[in-house]
């Protein structure tokens, strides 16, 4: 994954949502916000609303 992460990051892409198994049944996505290192988990109809923010 880190390899996807650079990826983004060396395209400028701001945000990078995580999405697998556990998130997948809990109905969240983790958020990684790639200016900051910061990653949060948030409920997936509330996704676009977090990263407008």
Do not use: C, W
């Not at 109905?27 to 676009?48: F, W």
């Amino acid at each position: 994954m880190a390899k996807q992460f650079k990826s983004a990051d060396d395209k400028g892409i701001p945000y990078v949502a995580i999405i697998g198994g556990n998130e997948m049944q809990q109905g969240i996505v983790t958020i990684k916000d790639m200016r900051t290192g910061e990653q949060k988990a948030v409920k997936q109809e509330d996704l676009i609303h977090t990263i407008q923010a």
